[in-house]
Structures are given as structure tokens and as C-alpha cells.
């Protein structure tokens, strides 16, 4: 059974920075499509980051971001931990949300992950809430 599990969370003013971490439980990251969202009240829940893997070994992993994010946020993950991380630097108020991390497996190219909706991804994690005060 695959579980995500995010971490890392809490409330920072504006200007700060935070690192959430999402764990992966009954499955290795490989060939995958990995991506952060959130979602703040009474908001759709926007794409912040993802992240693609074509399982051939290489340390280079393709990223993609959104708009609102560019420059300030940035996706990695560490095999070993089977940790995805998401480090958000120069918070803004408007970056308040609940973050979730997100899983895809077996996806061909770095074009299907980036361009797919984010209801192609499988697996999602409880979320951990992110509180930008100014």
C-alpha cells in the first residue's frame, strides 16, 4: 500500500522559509512524476512544483514550477530517504495554504508530467498546513 506522508509545516512570517518534506511508504521512487500543491480557503488548488525522474540513474531530475513560485521555491528529492522536498524561501502571505505532495508512477517523458492535470496523479498525502504571516 502506498503512503505519503508530508512534514515540515507551520507558520513563518513574511520573508521566512520552510522545508516540507513528503516520505514515501510501500513504494521506491524511480521513474516518477512527483509534484507540490496546495490549496487555501475558498481557492482552487493551484500546482507549485513537480519534479520528473526517468529511472535511468541520472542525478539531474527535470523541474517545473509555477508561476507565483519561480525563483523562491524549489523541488528535490533524496532517493536514499525515499523523500521528496519542497524548500520555499521568501514566503509571502499569499503562499498560506494546505500543501500536498503528490505521486505518479511509469510515466513516459517529463512532458506528460509537467502538462498532465493534477488529477492524473495517483497518490496524494494528507497535507501539512503552511501559515505566512506579514
Known amino acids: 500500500q502506498v503512503q505519503l506522508v508530508e512534514s515540515g509545516g507551520g507558520s513563518v512570517q513574511a520573508g521566512g522559509s520552510l522545508r516540507l518534506s513528503c516520505t514515501a511508504y510501500?513504494?521506491?521512487?524511480?521513474?516518477?512524476?512527483l509534484g507540490w500543491f496546495r490549496q487555501a480557503p475558498g481557492k482552487e488548488r493551484e500546482g507549485v512544483a513537480r519534479?520528473?525522474?526517468?529511472?535511468?540513474?541520472?542525478?539531474?531530475?527535470?523541474?517545473s514550477y509555477g508561476d507565483s513560485v519561480k525563483g523562491r521555491f524549489a523541488i528535490s528529492r533524496d532517493i536514499a530517504r525515499n523523500t521528496l522536498y519542497l524548500q520555499m524561501n521568501s514566503l509571502k502571505p499569499e503562499d498560506s495554504g494546505m500543501y500536498y505532495c503528490?505521486?505518479?508512477?511509469?510515466?513516459?517523458?517529463?512532458?506528460?508530467?509537467?502538462?498532465?492535470?493534477?488529477?492524473?496523479?495517483?497518490?496524494w498525502g494528507q497535507g501539512t498546513q503552511v501559515t505566512v504571516s506579514s
Open positions: 510501500g513504494v521506491t521512487y524511480s521513474m516518477d512524476c
Open positions: 519534479l520528473y525522474s526517468d529511472g535511468s540513474g541520472s542525478r539531474i531530475d527535470a523541474t
Open positions: 503528490a505521486a505518479r508512477f511509469s510515466v513516459d517523458s517529463a512532458g506528460t508530467c509537467f502538462q498532465d492535470p493534477d488529477v492524473s496523479f495517483t497518490f
